[in-house]
């Protein structure tokens, strides 16, 4: 912990402000790595009490530690989110009739999202879920997917069924709740035409 007054500065290259009487930098390290520094402003001088210096450093320790976790954190979910890109990507190769469907997806549904202050947290669960929407699509017969007439009823009972097998593919691979809510009711439309469950208006989950 570097402690600063206006008679006591031996690190210039920390800045003292002048309205308080004493600066207390507490460093934010990493594996013996700084990573910066926390500052305290104290309108009068006083003595810090080694116990308390103590607190500080570990405080600026565990800091250290919480920084480095989120960009970890940060960069595994972008990580994660090339990979889910790249198995719709290969997707869309297998069945070319798809092909720019979930970028398109992705690039409406974070407008809207935009518009409606939705999170950092909302917007990446979108754009997962963009990608992973039709995966369903895995368990319909070619014959029905690339099928040239008109289909049966029960054929497009069959592909109408394509979000609830998208969403038991995702729970299965143990994601996010809300990914698997968002493909299961990607379908549904605000007056209950739409499906797998035909629900309507504020029974459709945001």
């Known amino acids: 912990v570097i402690l600063q007054t206006a008679k006591h500065n031996e690190f210039p290259f920390l800045p003292m402000v002048a309205d308080y009487a004493l600066n207390i930098w507490i460093p934010v390290t990493f594996k013996n790595q700084l990573l910066g520094f926390i500052t305290l402003y104290i309108e009068r001088e006083t003595v810090i009490p080694d116990h308390i210096s103590g607190f ?3 405080f600026g320790r565990e800091i250290g530690v919480c920084h480095r976790l989120l960009r970890e954190y940060s960069t595994i979910r972008t990580n994660y989110l090339a990979g889910v890109k790249e198995l719709a990507n290969i ?10 469907h979930a970028a398109g997806v992705e690039a409406l549904a974070l407008k809207i999202a935009e518009q409606l202050g939705s999170s950092a947290v909302e917007k990446y669960v979108l754009s997962v879920a963009a990608y992973c929407h039709d995966i369903g699509e895995l368990g319909i017969p070619d014959g029905i997917l690339h099928k040239s007439e008109e289909l049966t009823p029960q054929e497009i009972k069959t592909i109408r069924a394509h979000p609830l097998l998208s969403a038991e593919i995702i729970q299965r ?3 996010r709740h809300k990914i698997m809510d968002t493909v299961q009711y990607h379908h549904e439309h605000f007056d209950g035409n739409g499906y797998p469950h035909k629900i309507a208006g504020a029974k459709i989950p945001l």
């Open 56 to 58: 500080l450093v570990s």
């Open 91 to 100: 997707w869309e190769l297998w069945h070319p009739f798809n092909s720019g």
């Open 173 to 175: 691979a143990e994601l």
